[in-house]
């Protein structure tokens, strides 16, 4: 009886039921996200209702008062300017070196057919996954007998060999994308394959360099362990691993100054993201770089 | 060992151009030639990469043989597989690999691969303000510069933190997260930070499965689960393959977030194998040491990067 009735009023509701369980079902996905959103933004909140709160200690809450004392505090050359023109130095020479190495690398890697691409390409995919920091012992030991260690030159090399595999990598993919055609053309009139690739491809896939670079300066400027092994005078110390000195050196943790310094640190790399992820209309999914 | 069957098409193709300079028969010399000169530009990454990334791995390979000390040592020798040995009779060894065992199982296993997949399956179907919200939120904690995060979690378990405020709040038992549980404190951190990743992963192969098949499943009357088990997640395996294989190896060598969080304490209740590996070799200054632990970290991290690179095996 009950099923009769039942396969008889399907084809009359099943449109508004669809629609209703789709509501429904929205409201129950939106609920859940907002839930995951506010365990992820009690961190953050931390950090930002901290930095102006003269009274700062552990927990996220309504700040005592609103001050920028703390960032007053910060913003003076050995705590704040040095670091972060030392973090700038080193991720910026090594970013610059990354991209010129990357982009040469990878023209002949699209551009010509040798047989030794593949093996060369596979090789790459690998080293992209190898674990950087499983290196780091045998890389300071090294440095030690080569008279390299302490020296930003030094740690600026390591820093773009690290990141150059993937940066060729994506380069390449990316390349791939813009049509052999046009140059085609440019080599009949007799351009040079360097001149090709600076005058007519790096200029059609700007995006693509913008990614490579901004990825590149991003993994570095927050890279800790790195300048934490090849760098010893506290002169020269990038903001990743000067950040510490709020722990130790200075006494009690002065945890609203703590909280301004991260987000001044902070700061550079999320705009960096905001702007290429804005770039590329929201479709920058490392993911989707990832997969090729 | 020149290309010379690949650059035969290359000369084919440009042949017919009315201006083209070489003549089609090119001599095998300059055919050497040209080919050394195409590969020209591959040199400076080349070197790099040999001197810098390559170099590395094969003194590695060799230091993890000998005794090397840091001080007070005018030769290192060889020693065997001596490192080796010691690691797998060292107590603090075999905690360190049962740690990274919990850590990735915990941390990259179920927590950011699972996470991850969630949000991005409420993501297609919520509404787009609030998608837009959580996936700012979630990005922001990735973009984070390592130690960062590590001060904002730190500051998020400690006895004073907000989580226990929370529980405070809630009437529920508070404690030292840092102390009492230090591998599952740094696990959720390590999940905090790198959700993002999987979420981004997956929200880009939901949105290729197209509509009409989910959408045929849901008019047959196949509910939220099976449509997700048996529609769902086979077409998206690949993905989740590669978003497996890359959370691990990334957790794998996680360093700062702990570092900043525990140091590996208390006592070595949160020392992951790159902590051991830093303690043994500068703390203890056994670099022959140390970088056997490393090699062996090494050997494990190739491994699932071989899986990956068959994972991608077509698109080479």
């Known amino acids: ?292 | 060992m020149t290309a010379a069957p690949p650059a035969g098409p290359g000369v084919v193709k440009t042949a017919p151009g009315p201006t083209a300079p070489p003549p089609p028969p090119a001599p095998r010399g300059r055919s050497a030639l040209r080919t050394l000169s195409r590969a020209l530009p591959v040199s400076p990454a080349l070197v790099l990469l040999i001197l810098f990334l390559a170099g590395p791995i094969a003194y590695c390979a060799y230091i993890a043989f000998t005794d090397l000390q840091l001080t007070g040592q005018a030769e290192d020798s060889f020693v065997g597989f001596e490192n080796f040995r010691t690691a797998f009779q060292d107590e603090a060894f075999l905690n360190a690999v049962w740690l990274t065992l919990v850590f990735t199982i915990l941390s990259s296993l179920i927590g950011q691969n699972t996470l991850g997949l969630s949000l991005a399956v409420l993501m297609q179907r919520a509404s787009k303000p609030v998608r837009t919200l959580t996936g700012g939120i979630v990005i922001t904690a990735w973009v984070l510069p390592e130690v960062v995060a590590g001060f904002l979690l730190y500051a998020f378990f400690r006895r004073e933190g907000t989580l226990n405020a929370i529980l405070d709040w809630l009437h529920l038992p508070s404690q030292n997260w840092l102390f009492t549980l230090p591998i599952l404190a740094v696990s959720f951190a390590n999940v905090w930070r790198g959700t993002a990743f999987s979420m981004l992963v997956y929200s880009a192969a939901l949105n290729e499965i197209p509509k009409e098949i989910t959408e045929a499943a849901e008019v047959d009357g196949a509910g939220g689960w099976r449509r997700m088990w048996h529609i769902t997640l086979p077409m998206i395996r690949r993905s989740i393959g590669t978003n497996l294989m890359l959370n691990t190896l990334q957790t794998l060598s996680v360093f700062g977030l702990i570092w900043v969080m525990t140091r590996g304490g208390p006592g070595n209740r949160s020392q992951t194998l790159p902590l051991f590996m830093y303690e043994q070799a500068f703390q203890k200054s056994m670099i022959g040491y140390g970088t056997a632990v490393a090699l062996l970290l090494l050997v494990v991290g190739s491994l699932f990067s071989v899986v990956y690179m068959r994972l991608l095996r077509t698109e080479v």
Do not use: H
């Open chain 1, 1 to 292: 009886m009950a099923i009769s009735t039942r396969t008889l009023k399907t084809p009359a509701l099943k449109t508004p039921t669809l629609k209703s369980r789709r509501n429904s079902r929205r409201y129950a996905a939106d609920a859940g996200l907002l839930f995951a959103a506010a365990a992820f933004v009690l961190p953050l909140a931390w950090v930002l209702l901290s930095s102006v709160d003269p009274e700062a200690d552990l927990k996220v809450k309504v700040p005592d008062g609103l001050t920028f004392d703390n960032f007053d505090a910060v913003l003076e050359p050995d705590i704040t300017f040095t670091p972060l023109l030392n973090s700038l130095i080193l991720c910026g020479g090594a970013t610059l070196l990354t991209v010129v190495c990357a982009a040469l690398a990878a023209y002949p890697l699209s551009r010509f057919r040798s047989r030794l691409n593949r093996p060369f390409l596979l090789t790459i995919l690998f080293a992209t996954s190898l674990p950087i920091t499983a290196i780091m012992v045998p890389v300071y030991a090294l440095f030690v007998q080569v008279d390299l260690i302490d020296t930003m030159q030094g740690t600026i090399f390591f820093f773009a060999a690290s990141q150059l595999p993937f940066a060729i990598w994506l380069m390449k993919n990316f390349m791939d994308g813009v049509p052999k055609e046009l140059e085609e053309a440019a080599w009949t009139d007799g351009a040079s394959s360097l001149q090709s690739l600076i005058r007519i491809v790096l200029p059609l896939m700007g995006p693509g360099v913008a990614v490579v670079t901004v990825f590149s300066f991003v993994m570095m400027w927050g890279n800790f362990f790195v300048p934490f092994m090849l760098l010893l005078s506290p002169d020269q110390m990038p903001a990743s691993v000067s950040i510490n000195d709020f722990f130790g050196n200075r006494g009690t943790v002065v945890y609203g100054q703590l909280a301004a310094f991260s987000i001044i640190y902070s700061t550079p790399v999320i705009l960096l993201y905001v702007l290429v992820a804005r770039r590329l209309g929201g479709g920058f999914a490392l993911g989707g770089a990832v997969k090729g």
